[in-house]
């Protein structure tokens, strides 16, 4: 007696992380750093794979089919806008950052900030908010907002 669930797999490995088997495709590939519910969808639409489908039950060629359209998703018809690095300043082109690349590439753009002492250099340097934040009451690192009473 065959069902459909035989060739279930627990965990998938989607470039560099494991997925677990019993989410939703949509879903899973949100685990994945730089990945959200926009570029999952889009993904999605791009491998002919339907949202609601369980991760587990992904045949290879489809986990092999996501993989490539997340290494380079330009050439698979995503279009450039999309992408989490438009204008890369090394190469110049567009490039869709995924795990420790989008982090290597963060923690030298704070850096180059940093460097140039730019106005958000400064409030990254500092540990102040960076997007306009309102810091009177808010981000003081864990002190109380309050006055200290007299003690008896």
């Known amino acids: ?31 994945i750093r730089g990945i959200g519910p926009r570029m999952a969808d889009i993904i999605l639409k791009k491998a002919g794979i339907p949202k609601d489908l369980f991760i587990g039950l992904l045949s290879d060629d489809q986990v092999k089919t996501i993989d490539e359209i997340i290494k380079d998703p330009i050439k698979h018809g ?7 690095h438009v204008k890369d300043r090394v190469s110049g082109q567009d490039i869709h950052l995924v ?15 940093k460097k140039l002492r730019t106005y958000r250099g400064v409030k990254h340097a500092v540990g102040h908010k960076v997007r306009g934040q309102r810091t009177k009451s808010t ?14």
């Open 1 to 31: 007696m065959s069902t459909k669930f035989d060739n279930f797999k627990h965990l998938v490995r989607i470039t560099g992380t494991d997925i677990r088997g019993d989410k939703h495709v949509a879903n899973g590939l949100t685990q």
């Open 78 to 84: 995503i279009p450039n806008w999309f992408v989490n």
């Open 99 to 113: 795990h420790s690349n989008l982090a290597l590439y963060e923690r030298n753009d704070v850096d180059r900030l």
């Open 139 to 152: 981000g003081r690192g864990g002190r109380s907002l309050g006055v200290s009473r007299k003690k008896l």
